[in-house]
């Protein structure tokens, strides 16, 4: 949906896509993006958001196909920052932000309104609603795994060092748990 070529010695990125705002702008805009935001100690996760009337935010990682777009139209009362992206910053603490780039995004949620997080679920649909636990090494290959746009095959080895720093940085003050969900708002009863 985009074709890209950056021009390190020119400074200058081209890129070609529909002209239409649609998937491949936002996918441009994502990859050109992600990798600068790193250095910034921040991300766009590929993820949905919702925050509560008390204004504690709920991140939900997954594949596509997982339900993170489900979970916000099951949101019950909760207000969505996004179900596609969103951006994480650790400068401090784990804080998301609607990502802006793509997806369902709800005016109602400033862009530049950041929310606190302690944990963030890795989606499993189940039969049964429940919450599990997961070693650090799960936590660490589920955050990666949600990194939008990043270019793994083309990164150099201080690309990667950075990458893999920055989301052990992030797993110091986020905790990422497995939830088993059915496709139903019972799920917010164990949050």
Avoid at 69 to 86: E, F, K, P
Avoid at 89 to 106: C, E, M, P, Q, W
Avoid at 147 to 168: H, P, R, V
Wanted: with cysteine; aromatic share 12%.
């Amino acid at each position: 949906d985009f074709a890209a070529v950056m021009d390190t010695s020119l400074r200058k990125c081209f890129v070609y896509f529909n002209n239409e705002i649609d998937d491949g702008l936002h996918n441009f805009m994502r990859w050109f993006l992600s990798p600068k935001l790193i250095s910034l100690n921040k991300i766009i996760l590929h993820s949905s958001a919702l925050v509560n009337s008390s204004n504690e935010a709920f991140l939900f990682l997954g594949p596509s196909g997982a339900g993170k777009t489900t979970i916000t139209s099951l949101a019950r009362g909760h207000r969505v920052l996004s179900d596609d992206m969103n951006l994480l910053d650790s400068n401090h603490k784990a804080t998301i932000f609607a990502g802006g780039v793509g997806g369902l995004y709800k005016p109602e949620v400033s862009i530049a309104e950041g929310f606190s997080l302690t944990t963030a679920y890795w989606l499993i649909q189940a039969k049964e609603h429940s919450i599990r636990e997961v070693s650090k090494k799960k936590q660490l290959r589920y955050l990666l795994a949600s990194f939008a746009n990043l270019s793994w095959s083309s990164a150099g080895t201080q690309d990667l060092e950075s990458i893999l720093s920055f989301a052990e940085r992030v797993l110091q003050s986020l905790e990422v748990k497995e939830l088993y969900f059915k496709k139903d708002s019972k799920f917010w009863n164990i949050l």
